[in-house]
């Protein structure tokens, strides 16, 4: 399953953070699917305690009922936020910040 590819993919992330300017960015790990509790392959519980041990955050979600989908976004979009305060910024440059960063969504 996807479950099972994490962790590559993490480590991946992290090669990306090494090599380049981004040292710090969130990650939120979204389980989807929920609606199908019938063939669920991966526990809620798992996915929640394999985000934490990648320092990531957690959400289950479903495309099809449209469940936690803007959520999802929207906490990543906040800790985007949270970081680039702590960084100094706040949104004065608004051509440098585009020329800065990138989105990956995976």
């Known amino acids: 399953s996807s479950f099972d590819q994490i962790v590559s993919i993490k480590h991946s992330i992290d090669r990306v953070k090494e090599d380049g300017e981004a040292t710090n ?3 939120t790990l979204a389980g989807n699917k929920c609606d199908l509790v019938d063939q669920r392959k ?3 519980e798992e ?3 394999l985000a934490s041990r990648l320092g990531a955050g957690f ?3 479903s495309a099809k009922q ?8 929207y906490d990543v979009v906040r800790e985007i936020r949270k970081l680039d305060k702590k960084r100094g910024g706040g949104g004065k440059d608004k051509e440098a910040l585009k020329r800065k960063k990138k989105c990956a969504i995976l």
Not at 66 to 73: A, L, R, S, V
Request: negative net charge; glycine residues 4%; hydrophobic residues 30%.
């Open 25 to 27: 960015f969130p990650i």
């Open 42 to 44: 991966v526990d809620e």
């Open 47 to 49: 996915g929640r305690m």
């Open 59 to 61: 959400k289950e979600t």
């Open 66 to 73: 449209y469940y936690n989908i803007e959520e999802t976004f």
